[in-house]
Every structure is written in C-alpha cells, then in structure tokens.
C-alpha cells in the first residue's frame, strides 16, 4: 500500500508542476564557448575569397546636340565632333571556375572597355567579357593567365524556401568586400517594381547597396544560390529589399561560356501568356488562381507542336509551379536546348501532362541579309525576312509579318527609319518577304509611301522620288 500510494504521489506531483515541466522542455541556455560564440565566420572564411572586386571603365561620346545621332535632324544640326570621356563603374564578380570565369552583372561589365579584377588576397587580373546577356543582366568574364583559383560551389536555388539564412559579399560603395546577413524573403520575384522589370529574381533582407552588383549571395552551406544585381530604394542605399538571380540560372550561362558560346542562347517559347488571377480563373472554371493561360501560339512554337492551344493552362515544368509569364520564360532558359521537359497543363478544367522538345527560335544564326542596292530613298536599306529569332531579338509582336531593317547607310539613312523597324507596305505592295521589296525598289515612282512599324505603332511616311 505505501509503494502504491508513493507512486501516486509522484505522478501527481509531476502533472501538478507544469512550470517546472516547460522548463525541462525549453531549449538549452548555451552553456560551452563553441555555443556561446555562434558566427557566421566559418562560411564567410571559406567563401569570400571566390568574390572579386571588379572596376571597370568605358569611352562615350558626349552629345553636343540634342539632335547628334538622331537619324533624320542629325543632318540639319552639325555641331563638331562629340567629345569623349571615359565613364567608370565599380561592381563586384564571383568566381565559379578555378580556370577563370568569373560571373558578375551585365550592368557592371557588359559595355566596358577596360575591366581590372582584383581578387580578396590582392592579386589582380585583366578581364574579358565572353558571354553577356543585357535582358539577363548576366555577364562572364575570363580572368587573363589565372588558373587554380578558388571557385565558389553552386546550390540549387530551386530549393531555396522563405525564410532561409543567406549572406550577401560584395563591394558597396567600393570601401572593400564587405558581408551582410539576412534571409530569403521571397522567389520568383518579378514585375515592373524591381529595376529591369523582368526575371524571376530571388528576394533577400541581406543588405546590398551601390557596388553589391554583381556579388555573391551564399547559404549557410557555402554554396552560391544567387548573384546580387538590384535593389529596391528610394535613397539609393538599402531598405532591406534586394534582388539575386537564381544561380541555376547562372548555371546554365557558365555551361554555355565553357562551350565557347559568345551570345546567350535559350529555348524559345513562341507564346504570349497571361497570368491568372481570379477573374481569369473564374473564367476558366479553374478551383483556383495558379499557373499562366496561353492567349498566342506561333506557328512553330514547341507549345503548339506539343499538342497545346490558346485558352490552355501551364501549370508547371519539370513538377516546379509556373508562377508568372517571366517565371515561365525563366524556367525555359535554365534548361539547355534539345532538352524534354515535362510539362504540366490544365484544358478545360482537366489536368494534362505533355512532353515539350526545348528549341532555339527558328533561324537562330541564319539570317539572310538582303542590300537594296537599286537608286532611289531606299539605296543602302539592309533588311532581312522577319523570322521568330529575330521577332525575339528585338522583342516585336509574337505574330509579326514582313521585313525588318537591319541597318542603313547611303541615301536610305536619311528617311528617319531605325534598325528594327519592320517594313509593311510600300507603294501599296505588302512587303511578305525581301524579295518583294526589292522589286519595288525597282520601280520609279514619283512618290514613295512607306508603311512601316515601330515600338507597336504603326506608321506611315511619303517620299519624294
């Protein structure tokens, strides 16, 4: 009975005592030096010497006229020769190939004529630009005579979440690398509230200020998971909202640099979309907002090819969600051309899996330049048949049709048209291929009528002969 009756007493002694029981269960006052001294000292030792500093400079000529290097007034406004200065600007690269590559943004390097790379032990190089892309903000460069140098390792930034530790290095404000601390506070960030307006960027806390452009932004495995390109600011400096690209992304450019790519190629899509929200999904008696709906297909799109059409839902790729019409274009370009991808959809409220062949836009690196040599205002056109990779290049309507100017010199350079421009109609004859406008620009009429397209308006002009 007293064994019995001590048990008891201990039981209820034990439930009784919910203070003393929390406490048990609270977690452990650090109580050794290793857990006191909690740092991020062992990654920030073991990365920053992948993150270089980067300066770099460039000669632009400085315009005398508000006119000088307009196409038409430039000729009633000549006012000398344009001086020329050379414009710096200071950013920051990381290393992701013992060889010499090095990553950094195309805002920092892209158009430079000079590019000195000094490295966090102060050794220096000169570098070059292989491979940069303007719409990406992504350049590559190749450190003359380096070899063995310490390249960061890369992650995979499709498995960041919210929430995430990440440090930012850097250079800001060019007082030296410094490093900042932060989380992942939000993916596949895109819009017209972060400069550039486009990609699918990674969103962090860390601070990145004027000179970040182009650093690292690491987890705490030491791993690369994006580079550091903009920032949200009023001030110019930080307000806690910065911007990375996703590193698989930067994957994909340092395989193509290795390559011996010299322009970025990536899958073309050959579709306009939308994305949806509620009304859209009610519309499309979706349960819910997700995904982005196909409004245009091209022809030759690898959309159309795989069986999908206008009003059909992509809801993922690869088993990743699509989130947005740039996160779509994103996904596409981390993947290399002749790949499968899996991609899932929705038609008519019912869920469809498909195979997507990734390809280059029809007539990448085939264009067929055509010189209007005949006299006349159009002598000295250079112009092309308009194909989807040209219609990506200079980022015209999905379903665009007629010629596009490529250049001009001699008496065609005074007519006030621009490289881009697609030619439509001239003396009433459609212009569907070049041919066509060489035939007329054989003919000798007394005045010439142009119609032309530009930036999505259509115009027209009329020229004496």
Partial sequence: MKRSALLVALFVLSVSNPVQ?????????????????????PVVKET????????????????????AGDPFFSQFFQNGPARQRVQRSLGSGVIVSKEGLVVSNYHVVGEASDIRVVLNDRREYEGTVVLADKDADIAVLRLNGAADLPALPLADSDALEVGDLVLAIG???????????????????SGSAIPGGAGSYIQTDAAINPGN?????????????????????????SNGIGF????????????????????????????????????????????????VVLSELHPQSPFAKAGLSAGDV????????VLSPSDLEYRLSISPIGQTVRLGAMRHGEAITLDLDLIAAPGTGDTQDLTISSSGPLLGLVVANLTPALIDQYDLPLMSKGVILMSLSGP?????????DVLLDVNGVTLNDVEALSAVANTRPGMWRVTFARAGQVLRMQIRG
């Fill in 21 to 41: 029981n929390a406490l048990a269960d609270a977690p452990k006052i650090p109580e050794t030096r290793a857990e006191i001294q909690l740092s991020f000292a």
């Fill in 48 to 67: 920053s010497p992948s993150v270089v500093n980067i300066y770099a400079s460039r000669v632009v000529q400085d315009r005398l006229s508000p006119f």
């Fill in 171 to 189: 250079n800001p404000f060019g007082i030296g690398q410094t490093v900042s601390s932060g989380i992942v506070s939000g993916l596949a960030r």
């Fill in 213 to 237: 452009s182009g650093g690292a932004l690491v987890d705490m495995a030491g791993r690369l998971v994006g580079i550091n390109t903009s920032i949200l600011s009023r001030s110019g400096g």
């Fill in 244 to 291: 990375a690209i996703p590193v698989n992304l930067v994957r994909e450019f340092t395989r193509q640099a290795k390559a011996g790519q010299t322009t970025f190629i990536h899958p073309w899509s050959g579709v306009t979309t939308q994305a949806v929200d509620e009304a859209v999904a009610e519309a499309l008696g979706l349960p819910r907002p997700e995904g």
């Fill in 314 to 321: 992509v809801l993922t790729l690869d088993g990743l969600p």
């Fill in 412 to 420: 065609a350079a005074r007519l006030g048209l621009l490289p881009g």
